[in-house]
């Protein structure tokens, strides 16, 4: 690199660091850029394992995110950037065979008027109450609330504990109490600003889909969730390999200061890297140790941001050992269940290319309702998980292998007002130094990949900004 050249230095490389490092790569040459992952691989969250199926083949195991939503059309036009179009596959409809758990039994969510109309999961009170949604007054106002407070107002208390609150607490894996509906589900309140409510919205935003088959610039038509065949982390390794910065993996970061107007990192092996702009990719937790120094003010707002504990255990079953009467895609697991796992995915069902022919993949989430089981050794955790699959799915088979990822104090929660938290974090902070990811503006990876995207082009304006100005005090 030339010393001429402004620098960006990227700190994180799950996928909101790539993506800002791709984005500055893709749109700003004459910057270049340092990408500095702790840990020995590219992506966090976004693991793909292969795990050795028993008689050749294997399972395709996705520990982190399975996949993306394409309303929010940022993976997707990652994905097309990179030439990976041909590698999507549809998972189908996220929400054919769901389940939630109901007093310890599975309970079909009810999407049809039919299955709505006959299921036992709500009173014949509550269903007239959520009958009611097309009527109740639309709030505009821009105010955050809750989750709860949302759906309890458009669509009663009972659409809450029995359905819409686990379904999206399971997603979230939070209590929807506390959760912000701006953050983690915005698209209810367009809905409810645009439409008048979300029945009307569902209706509109159906026919809109409709008219819209072909994507705006030419792409060919998009699923409304897409994966990979050889899972997410397809993305992360298409781009990683078009990336041609300075990538560092196993780079231990000992502390940031400034010389002059930029900034100096020192690693562990003694080497100072200078930076005109530092763009952070870790978690808020992780970033405001750094910034305890540089912007104690900004370093306050990040440590309020709380992070909760998630994991994930992938077993692999024979099929004929976990037939259940019903196929089940999903089962979210309300907290006030009290059980200790949050939701179960049957893979295999979803996406029957992710096990060998004969054999079952469940995947199932921990960490939110017994936060403690993240600490847990793999062969305890796994006795715990075996129960609780007895006691909701009847399942007693021992699975034939199992893979256990844990990802302690790393799930960020965005609790009513986090917007408004962010804006004051991003307000605190000092010239030249931007935060993008998972704990600020959306925990999807489309979101993850948005907030890269954004950060690198208000670092590459600064920066090249000052060139220009430089430039003309040189040539003035
Ligand atoms: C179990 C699970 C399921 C999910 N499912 C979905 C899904 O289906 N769809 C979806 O869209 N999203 C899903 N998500 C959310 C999504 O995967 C994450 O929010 C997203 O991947 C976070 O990306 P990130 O780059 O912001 O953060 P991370 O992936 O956390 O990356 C941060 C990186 O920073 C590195 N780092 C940490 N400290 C330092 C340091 N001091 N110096 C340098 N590097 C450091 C870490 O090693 C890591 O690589 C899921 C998440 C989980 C955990």
Not at 391 to 398: D, H, V
Request: hydrophobic residues 40%.
């Amino acid at each position: 690199m030339r010393d001429s050249q402004p620098h960006i230095v990227i700190i994180g490389g799950g996928i909101t660091g790539l993506s800002a490092a791709w984005h500055i790569q893709q749109t700003t040459p004459e910057t270049t850029y340092t990408l500095l992952e702790k840990s020995n691989r590219w992506g966090g969250k976004v693991i793909t394992e292969k795990m050795p199926g028993l008689d050749g083949g294997h399972f395709t195991i996705d520990a982190g995110p399975e996949s993306f939503i394409t309303r929010k059309p940022e993976a997707w036009e990652l994905t097309c950037e990179l030439g990976l179009a041909d590698s999507v596959i549809d998972p189908g409809s996220e929400t054919r065979h769901m389940f939630v758990l109901d007093t310890g039994k599975p309970v079909e969510i009810p999407l049809s008027p039919v299955k709505f109309i006959r299921s036992p999961l709500m009173s014949a009170g509550g269903k007239l109450r959520m009958l009611q949604e097309p009527f109740v007054p639309a709030k505009r106002d821009g105010e955050d609330e809750s989750l709860a407070q949302f759906v309890t107002r458009r669509l009663g208390r009972e659409a809450l504990d029995k359905f819409i609150g686990p379904v999206l607490a399971g997603i979230y894996n939070t209590n929807p109490e506390t959760q912000s509906i701006l953050t983690t589900s915005p698209v209810m309140r367009e809905m409810e600003a645009e439409y008048g409510g979300l029945f009307k919205g569902a209706i509109g935003r159906m026919r809109a889909a409709r008219h819209a088959k072909m994507s705006a610039n030419g792409h060919p038509p998009k699923p409304r969730f897409m994966t990979f065949q050889n899972g997410a982390q397809e993305l992360v390794e298409a781009l990683v390999a078009r990336l041609k910065g300075d990538l560092r993996l196993g780079a231990e970061i000992l502390r940031i200061g400034h010389t002059g107007a930029r900034y100096e990192i020192t690693l562990a092996n003694g080497e100072q890297i200078l930076a005109d702009a530092l763009l952070f990719a870790t978690p808020a937790n992780v970033t405001a140790h750094y910034l305890e120094v540089l912007a104690p003010q900004a370093a306050k707002g990040l440590a309020k941001i709380r992070h909760e504990n998630i994991g994930t255990i992938s077993l692999a079953f024979r099929e004929t050992d976990v037939q259940l009467p019903n196929p089940i895609n999903g089962l979210m697991i309300p907290r006030r269940e009290k059980r200790a796992i949050d939701a179960i995915t049957w893979t295999s069902n979803k996406m029957p290319a992710r096990a060998p022919v004969g054999y079952a993949l469940i995947r199932v989430f921990f960490g939110g309702s017994a936060p403690h089981l993240v600490e847990y050794t793999n062969p305890a955790l796994l006795s715990i998980v075996r129960e609780e699959l007895r006691a909701m799915l009847g399942i007693t088979a021992p699975p034939l292998d199992y893979r256990i990822q844990r990802w302690p104090h790393s799930f960020p929660q965005a609790d009513v007002g986090h917007l408004d938290l962010v804006d004051a974090i991003e307000a605190a902070l000092p010239d030249g130094l931007y935060l993008a990811g998972s704990s600020y503006r959306g925990l999807g990876v489309p979101d993850c990949i948005r907030q890269g995207r954004d950060a690198a082009d208000k670092a590459a304006a600064r920066l090249n900004g000052n060139t220009f100005i430089n430039q003309l005090k040189i040539e003035g």
